[in-house]
């Protein structure tokens, strides 16, 4: 595929905010905890989604609510969402307050009668807030829709208890029980059918929080009509439990006591699978046909279409793409992305997009640089940069010591040696395949050089350009903070390379030439052969490179041969016309070089060579 810069194919961020589109059907599981909700025998329940972080619990959270605010429609009933986000209660007030807080003032809002049916509930409820020790943050409980009813601070100050009933005690607790109950049976709330809580971000959580939260649900549950769903790690949060009960583990339990104290609370999880390959496929695909601009009823055609294939285990091949924007390029690198993306990531939804992210930002930045490549092979480099960094860390070896091309070169042999004897390996053996099963495979040549890992990256499309990646390559590394320095080049031969190939007037001034006259022939070959390299590799310091071959030649004739054949290394097809101009006064003395790029060079470079062989 052509490396040249696709402007309509730029990626855009995505929001780390959970999904609002089902993108991923995770609707079946909404729809499974929803006929959980809903049936009767199970009232009342809690049920947990466990997943890891960035697994899409809180999209499924989003999901269960529609579910229910659909299904109470249908049934022409009120049932009361409540969501709760633990993660995010003020550290001044308690974790288990805030929850009852968070319960009760939503059944206040939903009181509806004649004001004595109201004022009779408020009544109920007041008596249901006394039971709570609201001393840790009196001020906060003043300021919350539980008590601005209140005429005065003093009746605030009524609310903090020194009951021997508050819920801190036995006792208390079963009289909150009891209280409870009596509130949802109160007239002003009659059409409200069942309280479904939705509690997000637990395992986010300190364990104080966690347990605390965790109690607070157990007060509710012995009330009919009040269920919780819970989205959280299962096992983080079974470690806070373990760590703030200081619960030990046996090395012979099949199951921790802090696993059966959570089990106690929450009846069954369950968890949300990991993507599959195909899911990844198609989530990488609708990210990028959102991004190139698929709205409205196109882009539901598509999520629907994915979804269908889903369910049929069909192939992404099969979607019926639309017929404008063209999106063959994203669904060509979606596909090319998926299987390291798969494996790396270990169906993370949210590591997927993260990534994707980062792709975008790379390839903005890239593009405002004046780096001439395509997404894809952007995306190529993305791949081994963050997921594969040892390899990583070779290639800015190979870009520091000049030696890009050749190396990358060589790799793309062995790639394309390894996909041949991959393919041979499918296709059915014969007679003479037995004969050559002794002999060594010649496509895995040179192998032993690279890292599996980075072998199978090379075979990723498309084939990379030294010429073309080696500005990405020193992008990459100056995000990290990373000097690019050849490591097998003496370091007093470091600063004149420096020096030679700086695109600062100001820098090649301070070259010292007598310095250069002074360097043993050795050392001399040495930096002519590691400036050839470097300006084969990368364009931006071709015309530094050059002169500084040409000041070489000038000032040490013993080493022109050697740097007339680092010039020839540089192909005619990638020159510079301003590269060309250096030789102006030159020309007689680098005739061989000019006279071989003639042989190949087009256009105005190919004009610039002729002018200079002519003397003008």
Known sequence: MSETTT?????????????????????????????????PDLNPIALGVSGAWGSGKTTVLNLIKKQVKARSEESGTTVLVV??????????????????AEVLTALQKEFKGEDQVVAGATAALKKLVRKVNWSKAIKMAARTALTAQLPSLDAVMELVSDDPEAIESEKGMETFRKDFKALLKE????????????????????????????????????????????????SRV????????????????????????????????????????????????????RSAGVRGDAYNELVDGCNALRRATGSLDDLTLPEAPDLALEMATATRLTPILYEKFQGNPRRIKRFMNDLYVRQSVAERRGIDLSPDAI?????????????????????????LRERLDELQKVAKGSANAAEADEAPKTADDADDAGQPETAA???????????????????????????????????????????????????????????????????DTDELKALPPGDLVTLVNHLGRRMQDDPSIQLGAANGLITIAELAPNVADEVQAALL???????????????????????????????????????AIGLMRKGS
């Open 7 to 39: 402007t309509a194919s730029v990626l855009k961020l995505w929001s780390d905010e959970p999904a609002s589109s089902d993108l991923l059907s995770f609707d079946a599981i909404a729809e499974t905890v929803a006929d959980a909700l809903f049936d």
């Open 83 to 100: 969501r709760a986000d633990p993660w995010r209660y003020d550290p001044t007030v308690g974790p288990k307050e805030s929850l009852i």
């Open 187 to 234: 007239p002003a709330l009659e059409h409200v059918s069942q309280v479904v809580v939705l509690v997000d971000d637990l395992d986010r959580c300190l364990p104080e929080t966690v347990v605390e939260t965790l109690e607070a649900i157990r007060l509710f549950l012995s009330a009919k009509g009040m269920s919780f769903v819970i989205a959280a790690d299962e």
């Open 238 to 289: 079974a470690d806070a439990i373990r760590q703030k009960l200081q619960m030990r583990v046996a090395a012979d339990e099949t199951e921790s006591v802090a696993s059966l104290y959570l089990h106690k609370i929450v009846q069954t999880t369950i968890p949300l699978p990991a993507l599959s390959e195909f899911d990844t496929r198609s989530y990488l695909f609708l990210l990028m046909a």
């Open 379 to 403: 995306a190529k480099l993305m791949v081994i940069e963050r997921l594969l960094e040892k390899d990583f860390e070779e290639l800015l070896k190979w870009l520091a010591a000049g030696q």
């Open 445 to 511: 040549e040179g192998g032993d050089a690279f890292s599996s890992t980075m072998v199978r990256w090379a075979m990723l499309p498309p084939t990379l350009d030294a010429t073309k990646v080696s500005g990405y390559l020193t992008l990459a590394a100056a995000f990290r903070g990373r000097i690019l320095l050849d490591e097998a080049l003496p370091e007093k031969l470091r600063d004149l390379a420096s020096k030679l190939t700086s695109g600062s007037q100001l820098e090649q001034g301070a070259l």
């Open 569 to 607: 290394r540089l192909p005619a097809k990638e020159l510079q016309v301003a590269t060309v101009t250096l030789f102006r006064k030159k020309a007689a003395e680098f005739d061989r070089v000019l006279e071989a790029w003639e042989g190949s060079a087009t256009g105005p470079v190919l004009k």
